[in-house]
């Protein structure tokens, strides 16, 4: 109900300009007034439907170099918000077409009503990650995750666009698709590139991980599920160095023996790896193979978890 029905509908009556003022004046006690009301409002709306449809064939046709953006965006943010600028006018002129043809029908057309919903939401979250980026100490690790996460929101604002003109029925639907978007999609599909950056991300312990440990339950404690993952990867952080060239090493088949403990000997004799730290690498393998295995439990749990269940129902 709410993504078919309340984020457009009712807040497209709340929100348009001229549009809850133009039905009161349909519905003004006094037939004059309202007339007289309801004659320049619609002008009013009349004109504003077709300067946002203008602006979103400009915005269009000039690739979005002409869109607006705030005076204080730097490098990163500027064609992201002039790209929102630009998806924003040809939201604002499709809005205007779907109320001018479907009126009030479009409260049935649901699935229409969704998807002009869904690009106000993620316009409205691409613009809460640039401010959001905004308002932190800025670093590498943020500006990757700030344009996967603003790079997804436009391409399915892009996409709600798109499936709103092919599913409106109507040759206008055709004609306003190519005002909006007149050289083809604004943005491609995220790439694997991107995935594969965040990936990397998550193996580091950046700012960006640790603001977000702030809403997540952490713990260092060895005998807590999470935290025996969270400790183990703490303490990788801690020999990642010796530890990667260990296992370079090992895989080169350069160390002696069957035993960690005697390859780890044999990586010291040969200067891979210092020798206090030795002791640390074999912890952190016991660790790692700890954090990685599955929980086993012996038949006779679940034996003993339905006895007391039926205990229970008796």
Known sequence: LTRSLMIFGQGSMRCHPYLFDTLQALQSDDPKQGLKDFDRLFFKLAGGAISSTLRALVLGVSGSRLARHPQAADEFSKVWYQRIDRLSAAFSAT???????????????????????DVHS??????????YREAQLHSEAEDV????????????????????????????????????????????????EQIRALGDLIMQDTPVRQAFGHFAHVSLDPEDSFGRVESTYQMMLSIEGEWQ?????????????????????????QGIIPADKAASIKEYNQR???????????KSFFTAAQVKKDDEAA
């Open 95 to 117: 809005a205007d077409l779907a109320l001018a043809v479907l009126g009030g029908d479009l409260k049935r057309r649901e699935l229409l009503s969704a998807r002009l919903g």
């Open 122 to 131: 993620y316009l409205f979250m691409a613009c809460s990650i640039l401010k």
């Open 145 to 192: 995750h700030a344009k996967a996460a603003v790079h997804q929101a436009l391409y399915k604002a892009q996409e709600a666009l798109i499936d709103f003109y092919d599913n409106f029925g109507t040759p206008l639907a055709a004609l306003y698709r190519r005002i909006a978007f007149p050289w083809g999609r604004m943005l491609k599909k995220p790439d694997d």
């Open 245 to 269: 060239a260990f296992v370079k090493a090992q895989s080169k088949g350069m160390l002696d023996g069957d035993s960690i403990e005697a390859q780890l000997a044999s990586a010291v004799q």
């Open 288 to 298: 790692r193979y700890d954090a990685l295995l599955t929980d086993a439990f012996e």
